[in-house]
DNA sequence: AGCACGGCTTGCAACGTTGGAAGGCAGTCA
DNA sequence: TGACTGCCTTCCAACGTTGCAAGCCGTGCT
């Protein structure tokens, strides 16, 4: 009868409770109770086995666990891009807190991409995770609806109104409020918004609320709104700010604050003004949302608004949950307002 | 005979093989036969079963398919924060290339902290994951190559001469060499390096690297070195580097050029240099390391010194996919070089 | 001595999937 | 008509784990 082939160290199978059981003289099933600090075995029993199991660097196999008890304890994380400050801090302390809860994060990037937000909604063509938390960016709320894939879902973001899932959502009509007055208080009359998107069409949330915002502070102080004055923006990022925030300055040469739709927006703007010679504060103000680490490097430092990126992703988490422990009721929805910190960029 | 209860929505039961097996009249493996685009099934079998398939939304349990092939196609990646530019752009390249390959990246964060890097290098403690990409920055080598978990890993960064293992790695000192060097040909004379770490004892390979190549753009220059010019930092952040520069002027205000370990660091210099009225690069230039987006665009743009990190994304994942296709081979090394990119900072 | 009890240990089954082998059936050819 | 062939389908086992129920054994009580 030929010995078993020695396994080379690249193909070494990893111990199973098996191999520990056999090892130990004992079944199975006592290996498992020990592993799970399970009642009902005897101490000196108990040290035997924790022996063979650190002899032979025995760790259970998450696949047959997950198999039995019917759960992955991996929860998917669908976001648009983790490059940018502010969902990169999102991903990065949902990261940590799922790990304090025992559960493993995935994360997907859409790059607000439609197609891909669709997938993320139809659900992942394998089944893979007991749960997810999801920052739409294009996809319309009535088809994140119709999902048919029973998995609980956490939606982050402006996005989901009457979508009957759980939320974690940013006041942004007070948001933009907050803002504009800032920078009416300083005395400026011509602010415009930068970031500005599906004008005409349906806006997506975030911006709808954001320029609702804008225009609900410019009413309060009398101002006369001037549709010219929301600048169009393909992306929220530092190269769209600058290329926007340049041509914005060649048409109405007469604005004297920026709204900025994020930070990094604003970075582009600033970065654009510095390059037409122009002085913030002094000539043109510049405010933006996120409050992200830089804010407070730039030169000169930003003015925004500070959003509680650890609170919302603890939020979410905990809606999510609930939901796996079993909660069944209906739909919950948390908000997250804004915090204005005054810089430079404001004469602060 | 009572009939079965009616499932609620949350407690809904997710379609297996054998629902869709039962509703079509077939047998499981008929049905996981097609789902597989095995051969060996009629055309007209085919459709039909694709339609009950269809109907009830069936889409395969990913554990039972890992459990039976012995195989997770989870790779995780821990490095120490996916908030930092570098590690983030990192991430998100990884994350790509894993869901090109049919891979789904498991992302974990250290903080670079000793204990944590020590738990991945021992393993998780649930076995889960195919493969691990590991950007260490604690844990000295001699630890990593003790592990006994025999999953393949790819160490990324400067970190892991003489571990034995595949490598994704960065030429430091030629990169500290060409730095410096950019800066004493613009005539500076006093290059402070800010970032220094473990000074006088071990300093983090990516330190005594960078470090290293400073010395060798000196010495090739015939200028002294003063190793009160190695100015030690905490952490590689906006804040240190703030702090750290503060300090630094006041003990030399004859520091005339700055190499920053990173282009945090970077910004957190070029705000203390404007905090103490000094222009960049007139009196003092500066210099950073990674370009990240933001170099672009700060006041003055930075002068930094960039590192592919797509590239070694791409490269990491491909030194893992090897082992995990079989590849049993002596340890591979990759090495990105660094392209120096002069912005204002320096003059440029 | 017999019995009950409680503490510890084991055996069985099942989670959902797929490789391999065996089974069935219709059509073809001698 | 019977045997063979080839295609399609089904059956069986196994991956590693854990809940449940049953089994065993020694102790203490009557």
């Known amino acids: 009868m030929p010995s078993p082939p020695v396994p080379s160290r690249a193909t070494q199978r990893p111990t199973t409770l098996r191999d520990v059981a056999e090892a130990a003289g004992v079944s199975i099933k006592t290996v498992s109770n020990v592993v799970n600090d399970h009642p009902h075995v005897r101490p000196e029993m108990r040290e035997k086995v924790k022996a063979f199991i650190a002899q032979l660097d025995y760790r259970p196999n998450g696949i047959g666990r997950q ?10 994380l669908a976001l648009p891009d983790v490059t940018s400050p502010y969902y990169g801090e999102l991903a990065s302390t949902l990261v940590n807190a799922a790990r304090e809860r025992g559960l493993t994060l995935l994360v997907e990037q859409t790059d607000g991409d439609l197609d891909r937000e669709r997938e993320v ?3 992942f063509p394998v089944r893979l995770v007991d749960g997810l938390i999801f920052a739409p960016q294009s996809l319309p709320v009535d088809e994140f609806k119709l999902r048919r894939d029973t998995t609980p879902a956490v939606l982050v973001g402006e996005y989901g109104e009457g979508s ?3 939320r974690v959502t940013i006041d942004s009509v007070d948001l933009g409020d907050r ?5 009416l208080g300083l005395g400026r009359r011509t602010v415009a918004f930068v970031g500005d998107k599906g004008q005409g069409m349906v806006r997506p949330p975030v911006v709808a609320q954001r320029v ?3 225009r609900r502070a410019l009413r309060h102080a009398r101002v006369r709104f001037d549709p010219e004055l929301l600048w169009p923006l393909g992306e929220w990022t530092r190269g769209h700010g600058y290329e926007g925030t340049t041509a914005l ?3 109405r040469p007469d604005v004297d604050a920026i709204f900025a739709a994020n930070d990094l927006v604003a970075f582009g703007a600033l970065h654009a003004l510095r390059r037409l010679g122009l002085r913030v504060p002094q000539d043109v103000a510049v405010l933006g949302v996120d409050d992200v680490e830089q804010a407070q490097f730039s030169a000169p430092t930003l003015t925004s608004i500070a959003l509680d990126r650890s609170e919302m992703a603890e939020m979410s988490l905990r809606l999510l949950t609930d939901r796996l422990a079993g909660y069944d009721g209906p739909e919950r929805l948390l908000t997250v307002t804004g915090r204005l910190v005054a810089r430079e960029s404001t004469g602060g």
């Open 67 to 76: 198999l039995r008890q019917g759960r992955t304890g991996m929860v998917a």
């Open 121 to 123: 909604a139809a659900g």
């Open 164 to 166: 009957g899932f759980d």
């Open 179 to 183: 803002a504009v007055q800032h920078l």
């Open 212 to 214: 609702e915002g804008y």
């Open 249 to 251: 300055l060649a048409a």
